[in-house]
């Protein structure tokens, strides 16, 4: 997983550190004071298992002021873009499975913007994986990039 985007790498530090010899840490052990640097662009999606459903218990400010919507409380299979919530779903799934994080890279428009989109999935839980800790960056591009 190459993560070009430094907010992502911190992120990725701050939940490796976090996991002290687990898989992954629980979601008690994450403190949002600590997450100022990307407080904006996270996404917290809490895993319901029976049926299988996502839902953003957290849809950061930065996240909906770019995508001009917010999710919070909402499932996933509620998304206004299908395209973008396939892709989710399945990264989620995978997420789930491996107990390991996966990094969702996508060009496209948001919003009235063409830009490039990271997001960094990573596991929170205990015995499974309960719950997803997710940092968003956005990168402007121009429709030839």
């Known amino acids: 997983m190459e993560l070009d985007k430094p907010t992502l790498r911190q992120l990725h ?28 662009s996270l996404l917290l999606v809490d895993i319901e298992p029976s049926p299988l459903r996502f839902r953003y218990r957290l849809f950061g400010t930065d996240i909906a002021q770019r995508q001009g919507f917010d999710m919070t409380g909402k499932y996933l299979d509620q998304h206004p873009w299908p395209e ?48 997803l800790l997710i940092g968003v960056v956005f990168t402007p591009q121009t429709e030839t990039d």
């Open 13 to 40: 530090t701050y939940w490796d550190t976090k996991r002290a010899g687990r898989p992954y840490p629980g979601r008690e052990d994450i403190d949002p004071l600590d997450l100022r640097f990307v407080i904006g």
């Open 84 to 131: 973008l919530a396939a892709m989710a779903r399945q990264t989620y799934i995978s997420v789930m499975e491996s107990h390991q994080p996966a990094l969702i890279q996508r060009r496209g428009l948001v919003g009235e913007q063409y830009v490039s989109h990271q997001s960094l999935v990573l596991p929170l839980g205990h015995a499974a994986v309960e719950m």
